[in-house]
């Protein structure tokens, strides 16, 4: 009986997996720069201290938020990484479309100086008290903004029973519990002003549990901790610092006669991030049929793979405009978002380089018939 049921099971999965995939078209997947929350445009230069201890046993987690936050705000491609696929999908290339574009946008006050500065107040790296002082400290390190906050750490251990089988046998042993919970609030200052740009509360828990009989030792405090640290480091710099995460974006499928076949290589060329070609036979599309709407979304999402903000959210706005699709207007508000970045980024002297669509489209080669 137990047989049946596995077998069961496993032929309910597959099938569900082979008709979602059914239903699901072409997909372009590859690293795409987001937005923060903050706009700190014509800031340059940051200084972060070390997070006041609330209580005893969190100075270590104080230190290493603020040492993963320098570290994060520093890194060129943060996030940019290679993703296992999992099963039946490959993995992600560890790859964006886009050039020009960096996650490194501040420069930071060096631990030395800051130490230097702070000692001379008389002050701790982690002894700031109000926003004023802050202020004033970021002004004699020559910051534009000032980064600290406060943390607090709570341990707990319990022990409890978990029943295990061996050799055909039942029995009890004794586990250990262990949690960790780390919370943190985040505070950026414009130190030009003395404005509060913005404030973050955040928790981060992490647990680990030993029993007798398993040939490991129980994670100490400052292992969890540093989980915990860690996770809510990156999200503190997500907060004012752009980063990178895997963008998925399923295509349209073009089904008139007349365009069935090229639309389809266009298809198969955007999932291979050959944008270049597939661009090429969109616009040939485009070219004679303009008010199709799926073939200007699939064009937006192109543009929008390689860096043309403002080009995508017209090739949406378009879309939209000709068929009430939810996704239409949902990525017209996306690409909104996204371009957010090109005005930031500028007020940094960098500029986002997009892929040269138009000289793709000017290239017959790319529209020469596919040979089977």
Not at 10 to 30: E, G, N, R
Not at 54 to 61: F, I, K, L, P, T
Not at 308 to 330: C, I, R, V
Request: with cysteine; glycine share 6%.
């Amino acid at each position: 009986m137990a047989r049946c049921s596995l077998k069961v099971i496993v032929a309910l999965v597959l099938v569900s997996f082979v008709c979602s995939s059914a239903l699901a078209y072409k997909k372009i997947k590859t690293f795409m720069p987001q937005v923060p929350e903050l706009d700190l445009q014509g800031v340059r230069k940051i200084a972060i201290l070390d997070f006041t201890p609330g209580n005893a046993g969190s100075q270590e987690a104080g230190k290493f938020i603020a040492d993963k936050i320098i570290e994060y705000t520093l890194g060129e491609d943060r996030g940019i990484r290679k993703i296992e696929g999992g099963l039946f999908r490959s993995d992600v290339e560890a790859k964006t479309m886009i050039e020009g574009l960096s996650t490194r946008c501040f420069s930071v006050v060096e631990r030395s100086r800051l130490e230097s500065v702070l000692s001379e107040q008389s002050m701790s790296a982690e002894g700031l008290v109000d926003d004023a002082q802050a202020t004033e400290i970021g002004q004699l390190l020559g910051v534009d903004v000032l980064i600290y906050g406060d943390v607090s750490q709570s341990n707990q251990d319990t022990r409890g029973y978990e029943k295990r089988r061996y050799n055909n046998r039942d029995y009890q042993v004794t586990c250990v519990n262990r949690k960790v919970t780390v919370s943190a609030n985040m505070r950026v200052v414009d130190t030009r002003s003395g404005e509060i740009l913005g404030t973050r509360r955040s928790s981060r828990t992490s647990a680990d549990k030993v029993c007798e009989g398993d040939n490991r030792d129980l994670k100490s405090y400052g292992q969890l901790a540093g989980y915990c640290a860690n996770g809510l480091a990156w999200e503190f710099t997500n907060m004012f610092n752009p980063w990178y995460a895997v963008g998925e974006f399923e295509l349209d499928k073009i089904k008139a006669d007349e365009f069935k076949d090229e639309a389809k290589d266009a298809a198969e060329a955007a999932e291979d991030l050959e944008l270049d070609k597939a661009y090429a036979i969109y616009n040939k599309l485009y070219q004679a049929d303009p008010y199709n709407p799926k073939c200007l979304y699939n064009m937006g999402v192109l543009y929008e793979v390689a860096g043309s903000f403002d080009k995508a959210k017209e090739m949406y706005e378009g879309a939209a405009m000709l068929k009430d699709e939810d996704h239409y207007k949902e990525a017209a508000e996306r690409i909104g978002r996204r371009a957010q970045l090109i005005p930031f980024y500028a007020s940094l002297d960098m500029a986002i380089v997009p892929l040269d669509f138009e000289a793709a489209a000017a290239d017959k080669s790319l529209l020469a018939t596919k040979v089977e």
